[in-house]
């Protein structure tokens, strides 16, 4: 605090920025090299190891009452969270068809979070490369320039948000003005028995219930079966039911298995129903 700032009784000015630079860059740089060894080497390693008691123990640890070292917190995150991954980095990860990790993409994400632009608005860089994506990916599956999107969290949460559009166009009223309550008939989703958790979870968010969604057998190639898919859509019709959405899956997360996407849209266009495919694993 300054002579100034004492006479005037300012309180000293409070900062998140570190209290020497050289430190922060020369860990930076311990950092990087970490993280170039860890994907580097990640076939040495095994894919996934016990978690030893004094390891897990620390988890429990209370609050901090003080501040630690960067360093510090570092050096402790590389030995309590670093060697212990979960294993889907690894090559022979089998437990579930799951994305990786990359180094290109971890950089990524480093210089946005550096930069922490809201793309919620404003007239700046970050934006106009968010919209740019978008039309990259719309040229790469062939959609019309007149298509639109958004960039997501991930998965789950580009699911719900397929399902919202889905729901609002099939309910046959405005729902964000007067509410899924006013839905006149039941609406009915459909996906595959091999269908990830998270339509379940967006039929409850969405305010449908659970058992709007509708799990279809699959065949020998764990695919949705078509004929039972058309079936179900039949009998929930003479029940009351709305049939809105079918749900095809590119690639399951327990096989990889890819439905008949074709089928499906030929089915859905003949029945009016919309037709969602879950792409995260095998879209592209």
């Not at 004094?54 to 009452?65: G, H, I, N, T, Y």
């Not at 969270?81 to 180094?103: E, L």
């Not at 480093?110 to 490369?129: C, D, E, K, V, Y």
């Not at 009915?188 to 659970?210: D, P, T, V, W």
Request: charged fraction near 20%.
């Amino acid at each position: 605090m300054d002579a100034m700032q004492e006479n005037l009784g300012l309180v000293a000015e409070e900062t998140l920025d570190p209290p020497d630079w050289a430190d922060v860059q020369a860990l930076s740089h311990r950092v990087i090299d970490d993280a170039v060894d860890y994907l580097r080497d990640v076939r040495d390693r095994p894919v996934w190891r016990e978690m030893p008691a004094d390891v897990r123990e620390a988890f429990a640890a209370p609050l901090p009452r003080s501040p630690a070292p960067l360093a510090a917190v570092y050096g402790e995150v590389s030995r309590t969270v670093m060697s212990y991954p979960m294993g889907n980095t690894h090559p022979r990860f089998w437990s579930w068809y799951m994305g990786s990790s990359n180094f290109t993409g971890a950089l990524g994400d480093f210089l946005a979070a550096i930069q922490g632009s809201n793309l919620g608005g404003g007239n700046h860089a970050a934006g106009l490369m968010d919209s740019q994506v978008v039309n990259w990916c719309k040229q790469m599956l062939g959609f019309p320039a007149s298509a639109g999107g958004t960039l997501v969290s991930g998965g789950s949460m580009a699911n719900i948000i397929g399902l919202t559009v889905a729901r609002n166009v099939k309910a046959g009223i405005d729902v964000r003005e007067h509410g899924v309550a006013a839905i006149e008939k039941p609406l009915r989703f459909y996906g595959s028995e091999q269908i990830h958790s998270c339509h379940r979870k967006a039929m409850e968010a969405l305010g449908l219930g659970n058992r709007a969604l509708r799990r279809i057998p699959t065949d020998s190639g764990l695919r949705i079966d078509i004929a039972a898919l058309r079936a179900a859509i039949t009998e929930d019709r003479a029940a009351g039911f709305k049939p809105a959405c079918v749900i095809g899956t590119a690639g399951t997360v327990n096989t990889g298995a890819i439905d008949d996407l074709q089928a499906l849209a030929k089915l859905a266009h003949e029945e009016g129903l919309w037709f969602h495919v879950d792409g995260c694993i095998g879209a592209l």
